[in-house]
C-alpha cells in the first residue's frame, strides 16, 4: 500500500481531440475532416504518420506519481480510434465508448471526462495530480474547480490546437512534441485534398468547402479559433523572467533568489514556459543568455545558483517611499549645510502725497452731518459748514 505522501495521478485523454489536432497538426488544419479520415478509408498511411504515442504520455504522467486512473474517451468503433485499443489494453487504461448522438459526430466527450473527473476528485482523496490530455477551452472550468480542490493540474496538447486560455488554468503544461520519448515528425506542406469524391456530389463539395473554411473540430465543430503556436517567443520569455525576479524580490528579504524559486514563480505566472522549446538544455542556461538583464552570483554554489536583476533593471528609487522620514534625514546627513543670507525684503515704493498727481487721487465726496449721522452729499451739491 503506498504511503500517505505518495503522489497519486489520474490520466485523462480526450482521445478524438488529440488524434484530430495531431492529424491537422501534420497534413493542415482542416484535412482530418476534408479527408474523411475518421472512418480510415485510404488514409491508413497518413494516419499511421500522425499516430499518437499513448506510451509516452502514460510514462511523462508517472513522473508525477504512481497513476491511480488513466482512461480514454472516445468512439471506439471508428476505424481511426480503433487501431489504438491494443496499445490502450496493454497498458491498462479503461476505455469509455461515446457513442454518436448526432449527425454532427458530437460525442460529449468534454461534459463525460469531465464528470468523472469532478466525481473522483471527491471519491478519491489520495488523488494529487490530473493529467488532462486535450485542447479545448471547454476543459478550463474543470481544470480550476481541481485547483480549487487542492489538486495540481498538469496538461497536455497539441502544439496549435490548444487553447491559450487553457494553458493559463493549468499548473503546468506541455506540448505533445515535447513529451520525452515522443518522436518529431516533419508537417508536410497543404496541399489539395485527396479524398475520393463524386462527380455532380452536392453534398460533398460542401463538406470539402466548410472543412477549408471552419476551424477543425473534436467532431462537433465547435472549437473555438486558437493561437497558431502555443511556444513562448524569445522575448516573451525574457519578459517573464524579469517580471518573476521582480516579485521573488520584492516577496522576500534577500537581495539573491533561488533558480528553482524564480523557475516556480514563472510556471505559476504561465505554465506553458519551458526552456527547452526555447533552445535551451536547463534553466540555468536560458538564465545565462539572458546576462545582460539578470546578474548569477559568481560565489554561489553550484547546485544553488542564485540571481538577481542587474542595476538598470530596478527601479531608481534611493530611499522606500513608506518612510518620509527617512529620506527627508537622509537627505539632511548627505547636504552640507549652508548660510545664506536672506534676501531683502522688497520694500514698496511710495511716493509722497504732493507727487502723485490728481488724478492718482481718489475723488472726495463732500459730507455733513445731519445729527449723529454722517450723510454723503450728492454730486454738485454745496458742502455745509
Not at 513529451?179 to 508537417?187: F, L, Q
Request: with cysteine.
Amino acid at each position: 500500500m503506498p504511503e500517505p505522501s505518495e503522489s497519486r495521478v489520474g490520466v485523462y485523454i480526450d482521445f478524438d481531440n488529440v488524434v484530430i489536432s495531431r492529424y491537422d497538426q501534420l497534413f493542415g488544419r482542416g484535412d482530418f475532416m476534408r479527408d474523411r479520415a475518421r472512418d480510415a478509408d485510404g488514409m491508413k498511411d497518413r494516419l499511421e504518420e500522425a499516430k499518437v504515442d499513448i506510451g509516452a504520455i502514460l510514462d511523462y504522467a508517472s513522473s508525477f506519481g504512481t497513476i491511480a486512473v488513466s482512461r480514454a474517451y472516445a468512439d471506439w468503433s471508428a476505424p481511426a480510434n480503433s487501431a489504438y485499443q491494443r496499445q490502450l489494453i496493454n497498458r491498462a487504461v479503461d476505455l469509455a465508448q461515446l457513442f454518436q448522438v448526432t449527425s454532427g459526430g458530437k460525442n460529449g466527450a468534454d461534459i463525460r471526462l469531465a464528470v468523472d473527473v469532478v466525481e473522483e476528485l471527491y471519491r478519491l482523496q489520495d488523488l494529487t495530480h490530473v493529467v488532462l490530455v486535450a485542447g479545448d477551452s471547454d476543459y478550463i472550468a474543470l481544470a480550476q474547480s481541481a485547483k480549487r480542490l487542492g489538486r495540481t493540474v498538469i496538461g497536455i496538447g497539441v502544439a496549435g490546437a490548444t487553447s491559450r486560455a487553457l494553458m493559463a488554468a493549468c499548473d503546468e503544461f506541455t506540448d505533445y512534441d515535447e513529451v520525452p520519448g515522443v518522436i518529431p515528425v516533419p508537417k508536410h506542406v497543404p496541399g489539395p485534398s485527396t479524398t475520393p469524391r463524386k462527380r455532380g456530389s452536392r453534398q460533398a463539395a460542401a463538406q470539402e468547402t466548410a472543412a477549408a473554411i471552419v476551424p477543425p473540430s473534436d467532431l462537433d465543430g465547435e472549437r473555438e479559433e486558437v493561437e497558431p503556436d502555443s511556444h513562448l517567443t524569445q522575448e516573451a520569455a525574457t519578459d517573464l523572467l524579469i517580471r518573476a525576479l521582480r516579485i521573488v524580490e520584492n516577496r522576500g528579504d534577500e537581495d539573491w533568489a533561488g533558480n528553482s524559486q524564480v523557475k516556480n514563480q514563472m510556471l505559476r505566472m504561465d505554465s506553458s514556459f519551458k526552456e527547452k522549446s526555447l533552445g535551451y538544455k536547463s534553466f540555468t542556461a536560458f538564465v545565462d543568455s539572458r546576462s545582460s538583464r539578470v546578474e548569477v552570483k559568481e560565489d554561489a554554489p553550484t547546485n544553488q545558483p542564485r540571481l538577481r536583476l542587474r542595476a538598470e533593471e530596478t527601479a531608481p528609487v534611493t530611499v522606500p517611499a513608506e518612510d518620509p522620514i527617512a529620506a527627508a534625514r537622509a537627505t539632511e546627513s548627505t547636504v552640507e549645510p549652508t548660510v545664506e543670507e536672506a534676501p531683502a525684503e522688497p520694500t514698496p515704493v511710495e511716493r509722497e502725497p504732493a507727487e502723485q498727481s490728481s488724478a492718482e487721487l481718489p475723488a472726495k465726496r463732500p459730507t455733513r452731518r445731519a445729527g449723529s449721522r454722517r450723510v454723503t452729499a450728492p454730486p454738485g451739491s454745496a458742502a455745509s459748514s
